[in-house]
């Protein structure tokens, strides 16, 4: 089989390589990857990782080898996969809890995109506790994590308020069902149960000073670069409120499969939409680019075949 590999001598530091067969522990299932997702945090770990290795987490495609301890899905089962590492390839093993199978009219691009953003997106937002009739901010509500918050918040009954980086992005997140979407959070006497900010830096601030009392703030990321300096008044006028940092990899990851097969079922039942750009898998590297120019909104999917 072929896939990607980190390589410092070759264009962006990643090359097209024959590799060999992905080794499967007695709980892994074996996927003919059919997609795969870029996340933005791949873009550090491509820095950080040795020569010859194969990024890759988020993929969909079909099992072609069932666990040898007879958990998981079957052989030529469609399905949804969160790896931990070398989806970037032809084949890849995952472990089966960490597996779920889709509809059949869930594409393998919509599926792949799941794994990462979607299971932040969701867990993140159970910190909040029940949603329903509760109101929601989401920063960063274009990105692969925020076009899932959104839409997810939205299901739960919560009313949702998007903060996106210009008026180019403002169409996008109204039509995922963002309620309000707002360019900035100047002027905002809005008070929130809820905020989910993936932005960091002076964003963050703003967020803590509109958090309502007893809200929750997870912060799952930094896509600004900027560190956030804080102080205690941030959350004045926001009683015990509380400011968590939140990483998925960090939660129950036994239960990744059942959160993917529900979230899966919310795209085949048309609940959930997956926007973002689409390249074939060769075109890995200028897909990256996008991600570097933040010039991508939405997930970023390639697909093989």
């Known amino acids: 089989m072929i896939g990607h590999v980190t390589d410092p001598n070759a264009e962006a530091g990643l090359a097209l390589r024959e590799l060999p067969e992905p080794g499967a522990s007695p709980a892994d299932v074996?996927?003919?990857?059919?997609?795969?997702?870029?996340?933005?945090?791949?873009?550090?770990?491509?820095?950080?990782?040795?020569?010859?290795?194969?990024?890759?987490?988020?993929?969909?495609?079909?099992?072609?080898?069932?666990?040898?301890?007879?958990?998981?899905?079957?052989?030529?089962?469609?399905?949804?996969?969160?790896?931990?590492?070398?989806?970037?390839?032809?084949?890849?093993?995952?472990?089966?809890?960490?597996?779920?199978?889709?509809?059949?009219?869930?594409?393998?691009?919509?599926?792949?995109?799941?794994?990462?953003?979607?299971?932040t997106a969701l867990r993140a937002l159970r910190t909040g506790g029940p949603l329903l009739g509760r109101r929601v901010l989401v920063t960063g509500a274009s990105g692969g994590v925020g076009i899932f918050a959104i839409q997810l918040a939205a299901v739960a009954g919560a009313h949702v308020t998007a903060l996106v980086s210009g008026p180019h992005r403002v169409e996008l997140a109204r039509a995922l069902g963002a309620h309000e979407v707002l360019t900035s959070l100047g002027g905002v006497t809005a008070r929130f149960d809820m905020v989910l900010d993936g932005v960091g830096g002076p964003v963050l601030v703003d967020a803590l000073h509109v958090v309502a009392p007893d809200g929750t703030v997870a912060a799952y990321g930094m896509a600004s670069g900027e560190k956030s300096p804080l102080a205690f008044t941030d959350f004045r006028g926001a009683t015990n409120a509380r400011l968590i940092g939140f990483f998925v990899y960090a939660t129950d990851l036994t239960t990744f499969g059942v959160d993917l097969g529900f979230m899966a079922g919310l795209i085949g039942a048309g609940r959930l939409k997956v926007p973002g750009p689409r390249r074939d898998w060769k075109e890995t590297r200028q897909a990256l680019d996008l991600l570097r120019r933040r010039e991508a909104t939405g997930k970023v999917v390639l697909t093989i075949g």
Not at 37 to 46: D, K, S, T, V, Y
Not at 51 to 66: E, F, I, L, N
Not at 91 to 106: E, F, G, L, Q, T
């Open 30 to 119: 074996v996927v003919d990857v059919r997609a795969y997702a870029i996340n933005r945090g791949e873009l550090h770990l491509l820095q950080l990782r040795p020569d010859g290795w194969t990024p890759g987490q988020d993929v969909a495609g079909v099992v072609v080898k069932a666990a040898a301890d007879g958990s998981g899905p079957t052989p030529g089962t469609r399905v949804v996969a969160a790896a931990d590492q070398g989806g970037w390839s032809e084949r890849v093993a995952a472990p089966s809890h960490r597996v779920a199978a889709i509809p059949d009219n869930v594409s393998f691009a919509d599926a792949a995109a799941l794994p990462v953003a979607g299971l």
